[in-house]
């Protein structure tokens, strides 16, 4: 069936870079929309990062913006996030997602993988 | 920016109906679904495109979206829907997500 596995995530100094990844199984990753979607201890849901199917558009939140970049490898099946300049507000669950019919005023996530735990501390 | 507010919490009586909301402004506009995250678990899709059900989810939930709010509606409500519940829309290449609503069954 359908999985998601993140990795990468660990105890990082702050102004450290970290990079993560997403291996996907069961579908092809050049035919969806990606996401990364991250959780801070205790709150709530937060978009990080998308890319196309065609993985020639990019988007990122604005607290992000400058400091990560998402990329994929098609046939590595693998998505990925790039992370430089962590600070303490980065420390969160990073979940990749696929994103369904994400255009025009839609889109949702079908399937999350497990999260991968980014921690930024001294 | 476009912002999701979301009652921080609620709750229910077992086997009674519970709404949770999600505002903002023209939502009505824009297509609305539904994750419910329990603790130490990923979020689950419980309801996109405003009203749709996964393969998978009960038939208790439900949705709505007009004007300026979406609703997510438990009828029946069990004990095991006890959890967080976030709204998310779509605006122009950007994901938006509601702050969460916590879910209690009394």
């Known amino acids: 069936q359908v999985q998601l596995v993140e990795s990468g995530g660990v105890l990082v100094r702050p102004g450290g870079s970290l990079r993560l990844s997403c291996v996907v199984s069961?579908?092809?990753?050049?035919?969806?929309?990606m996401s990364w979607i991250r959780q801070a201890p205790g709150k709530g849901l937060e978009w990080v990062s998308s890319?196309?199917?065609?993985?020639?558009?990019?988007s990122y939140a604005d607290s992000v913006r400058g400091r990560f970049a998402v990329s994929k490898d098609d046939a590595q099946k693998s998505l990925f996030l790039q992370m430089t300049s962590l600070g303490a507000d980065d420390t969160a669950v990073y979940y990749c997602?696929?994103?369904?019919?994400?255009?025009?005023?839609?889109?949702?996530?079908?399937?999350w993988g497990q999260g991968t735990l980014v921690t930024v501390s001294s | 920016s476009y912002g999701l507010t979301q009652p921080p919490s609620v709750s229910v009586s077992p086997g009674q109906t519970v709404s949770v909301t999600c505002s903002g402004d023209?939502?009505?506009?824009?297509?609305v679904c539904w994750y419910q995250q329990k603790p130490g678990q990923s979020p689950v899709l419980v309801i996109y495109?405003?009203?749709k059900r996964p393969s998978g989810i009960p038939g208790r939930f439900s949705g709505s979206n007009s004007g300026n709010t979406a609703t997510l509606t438990i009828s029946g409500t069990q004990a095991l829907d006890e959890a967080d519940y976030y709204c998310?829309?779509?605006?122009?290449?950007?994901?938006?997500f509601g702050g969460g609503t916590k879910l209690t069954v009394l």
């Open positions: 069961e579908f092809t990753l050049s035919d969806y929309y």
């Open positions: 023209q939502l009505g506009r824009k297509n």
């Open positions: 495109q405003d009203r």
């Open positions: 997602a696929r994103g369904r019919f994400c255009s025009g005023t839609s889109c949702y996530f079908d399937y």
């Open positions: 890319i196309s199917d065609s993985g020639n558009t990019k």
């Open positions: 998310q829309a779509w605006d122009n290449n950007v994901v938006l």
